[in-house]
């Protein structure tokens, strides 16, 4: 009988650096800063057979975010334009809205989910999250689902 996969999301800072540099090491192969696995690791300061005993078991989140449909959460205040601002950010970073839900705004703010495909994204995952909650007018911008 086999032993089921577990998966957990874990905030950067909390990781051992092995794996920090591992997914470095898998970006720098991907955007071929570097051409080998032997480069890569160099570059990141690890040795070659560290890289191959964790490559498939460190992911960044933005990569399991990009082609699905994520449900984003916003609360938003109660003012002209907040909502076509942010929906410029998801145009700017190429994804696909399929949903936009909002309560009647009550004290000044309204709830807000958008249903978003990002299988076009231009951008990661995360920064669209900053640059959606650093807008004047988002109190609150964060994955519901995805």
Avoid at 78 to 103: H, M, Y
């Amino acid at each position: 009988m086999s032993k089921m996969s577990k998966y957990y999301i874990v905030e950067g800072r909390a990781l051992p650096e092995i794996f920090l540099k591992v997914a470095e090491a898998k970006r720098i192969l991907e955007t071929g800063e570097a051409m080998t696995v032997n480069e890569a690791a160099q570059v990141v300061g690890i040795s070659r057979s560290a890289f191959y005993k964790y490559k498939d078991s460190v992911r960044p989140f933005s990569d399991m975010m990009t082609g699905r449909i994520i449900t984003f959460q916003a609360l938003l205040k109660d003012e002209r334009g907040v909502l076509s601002a942010i929906l410029s950010v998801f145009a700017e970073f190429r994804t696909n809205i399929l949903t936009i839900n909002q309560s009647i705004p009550t004290d000044g703010c309204a709830a807000v989910t958008i249903g978003a495909s990002t299988s076009d994204m231009v951008r990661s995952v995360e920064e669209l999250l900053q640059e959606a909650a650093a807008l004047q007018g988002v109190i609150r911008f964060e994955i519901l689902a995805g």
